[in-house]
């Protein structure tokens, strides 16, 4: 079974340019999800899909930050304009099943740096 | 405030020796928690979780998790540590509404030769 598939694995690009990252889950999965991981934390979610609606963009920055997942099944992450604070690693993850508290399954993520 | 915590920035042990990495948590209800595996430039890989029964269970690459529910803590265990154990570790707990991971801050195992 093939895994969750993220790219590009790397980008770097300069403050206030945009970027978009691309993500498709494990076949089958209702859910997804996409984290940000800042050096020396914990990934934080960012938003969280039910099949093409959204469950939880509570701490997503939407001023900045976009995402659709307009068929169900792959999504994009988009940041226009970037800021030097968003350098991270995204993460895009899927399970099952939300209301199940089903296993999440994790990407190799993207890492951006925002020079 | 649902929350997790490893209490250790890095553990460091020899090989064959066996190994702790410290979680607390604290989440209403009954929690479900989870331990994920990072090595470098790669993405989380799931270890085990307790959903429940067993306190102990068991996982990937013969790492095995207590749970305790009167201390609310998962420490993740193994017998005999691998050089190639050598990462970093993540607890995190699954809210019971809508399905949200909240993770610690993680945990660099180094295990020496």
């Known amino acids: 079974e093939a895994g969750v598939a993220q790219s590009p694995r790397y980008k770097i690009i300069e403050k206030r340019q945009s970027v978009a990252f691309w993500c498709n889950p494990i076949s089958g999965h209702a859910t997804l999800y996409w984290y940000q991981q800042i050096l020396g934390q914990g990934p934080k979610l960012l938003i969280q899909?039910?099949?093409?609606?959204?469950?939880?963009d509570s701490q997503l920055p939407k001023d900045r930050f976009s995402a659709e997942r307009l068929k169900g099944v792959d999504s994009t992450l988009k940041i226009q304009p970037a800021k030097l604070e968003d350098s991270a690693v995204y993460l895009c993850a899927s399970s099952l099943e939300a209301a199940k508290q089903e296993t999440q399954y994790f990407g190799p993520g993207t890492r951006l740096l925002v020079l | 405030a649902q929350s997790v915590a490893q209490p250790e920035d890095q553990v460091n042990v020899a090989e064959g020796n066996p190994l702790t990495v410290k979680c607390t948590y604290s989440?209403?209800?009954?929690?479900?928690l989870f331990w994920y595996v990072q090595y470098p430039n790669r993405g989380l890989q799931f270890l085990l979780k307790y959903i429940t029964g067993d306190n102990l269970v068991k996982g990937s690459y013969g790492f095995e998790a207590e749970f305790n529910k009167s201390q609310t803590s998962f420490h993740l265990k193994k017998p005999s540590a691998l050089v190639s154990d050598s990462a970093l570790y993540f607890c995190?707990?699954?809210?019971?509404?809508?399905?949200?991971?909240?993770f610690g801050q993680g945990t660099t195992l180094q295990v020496k030769p």
């Open positions: 995190a707990v699954i809210l019971p509404i809508g399905g949200k991971l909240i």
């Open positions: 989440v209403s209800g009954n929690p479900y």
């Open positions: 899909f039910q099949n093409n609606g959204v469950v939880d």
